[in-house]
């Protein structure tokens, strides 16, 4: 027992830091680090404000937290995405405080920085539709968002929501 205690105060200070995890090693896990931050959200049809969205990566860089905030105080989303190493896929968790849920994985990330998320959203009626996010950087920071749905398997799909991403100053 003396020699293990004296073997463990020999240990440098260094050795007990922790290491960077995995997530930070790994740069896939960086792909959505362009959304990170607090946002002023507002729809691109009329400009005005649609609510406040905050950004920020989570659990050492494994995961990004987003908390939505409509404008006017009535509707609140908590969302996760998360990097499923084993599949190389990004996913998202959706949940709003009226009930509403969705799940989408990343289905596509083209050339200039423009991802979709896309996911089938089951209905209390036992039917369901599918839930399209395209996201896309633009050069000067903003973000653009599309949400779209789809109720005939994607033939077809129809905007729900369209809106600019500003950081807050």
């Known amino acids: 027992?003396?020699?293990?205690?004296?073997?463990?105060?020999?240990?440098?200070?260094?050795?007990?830091?922790?290491?960077?995890s995995v997530c930070q090693q790994d740069s896939a896990y960086?792909?959505?680090?362009?959304?990170i931050g607090h946002w002023d959200v507002f729809n691109t049809g009329d400009g005005s404000k649609a609510g406040t969205s905050a950004i920020e990566k989570v659990l050492g860089g494994c995961a990004l937290a987003?908390?939505?905030?409509?404008?006017?105080?009535?509707?609140?989303?908590?969302e996760v995405f998360y990097y499923q190493?084993?599949?190389?896929?990004?996913?998202?968790?959706?949940?709003?405080?009226?009930?509403?849920?969705?799940?989408?994985?990343?289905?596509?990330?083209?050339p200039g920085g423009v991802l979709i998320f896309q996911g089938e959203v089951p209905q209390l009626d036992?039917?369901?539709?599918?839930d399209r996010s395209?996201?896309?950087a633009?050069?000067?920071?903003?973000?653009?968002?599309?949400?779209?749905?789809?109720r005939d398997g994607g033939k077809t799909w129809q905007?729900?929501?369209?809106?600019?991403?500003?950081r807050r100053k």
């Open 159 to 166: 905007s729900v929501f369209e809106a600019e991403y500003r």
């Open 30 to 35: 960086r792909q959505l680090d362009f959304w």
């Open 85 to 110: 190493r084993a599949k190389k896929l990004w996913r998202q968790v959706w949940i709003s405080d009226a009930g509403p849920t969705k799940e989408r994985g990343l289905l596509d990330a083209q």
């Open 66 to 78: 987003v908390q939505w905030q409509e404008t006017d105080g009535s509707g609140e989303v908590r």
């Open 134 to 136: 395209t996201v896309k």
């Open 138 to 150: 633009l050069p000067d920071g903003r973000i653009h968002q599309i949400i779209a749905i789809s």
């Open 126 to 130: 036992g039917g369901s539709h599918l």
């Open 1 to 20: 027992m003396v020699i293990a205690v004296a073997f463990l105060l020999c240990i440098p200070a260094t050795a007990a830091e922790p290491h960077p």
